[in-house]
């Protein structure tokens, strides 16, 4: 069974950073292009980031490109988002899943706990 877990979320102040982890298991990690999520309190989770399988291939919505990075570790089936320019609107639950393209298409439905993001003064 597909697992996720998410962490490295918390609390950051407007033009701060923090750096989020997704450990998985239960994939074929190198084969699988990789997106991070998020889900705002009443809105719909919408995509954040993509990456290609390789790493080699990176996609971000208009709302956090040049903000943020997404990278991977496929030796530790690890991906990574580097939050900076923090902004209160990034205010949300963070979630990652396997992702086919580069829209909004995630692959398995059982989603991770997700990792909490506070951006307030």
């Known amino acids: 069974q597909v697992h996720f877990v998410e962490s490295g979320g918390g609390f950051a102040q407007p033009g701060g950073s923090l750096r989020l982890s997704c450990a998985a298991s239960?994939?074929?990690?190198?084969?699988?292009?990789m997106g991070w999520y998020r889900q705002a309190p009443g809105k719909q989770r919408e995509l954040v980031a993509v990456i290609s399988s390789g790493g080699d291939t990176t996609t971000y919505s208009e709302s956090v490109k040049g903000r943020f990075t997404i990278s991977r570790d496929n030796g530790k089936n690890t991906v990574y988002l580097e939050m900076n320019s923090l902004k209160p609107e990034d205010t949300a639950v963070y979630f990652c899943?396997?992702?086919?393209?580069?829209?909004?298409?995630?692959?398995?439905?059982?989603w991770g706990q997700g990792t909490q993001v506070t951006v307030s003064t």
């Open positions: 899943n396997r992702n086919i393209g580069s829209g909004y298409r995630p692959v398995f439905n059982h």
């Open positions: 239960g994939l074929t990690f190198v084969i699988s292009d």
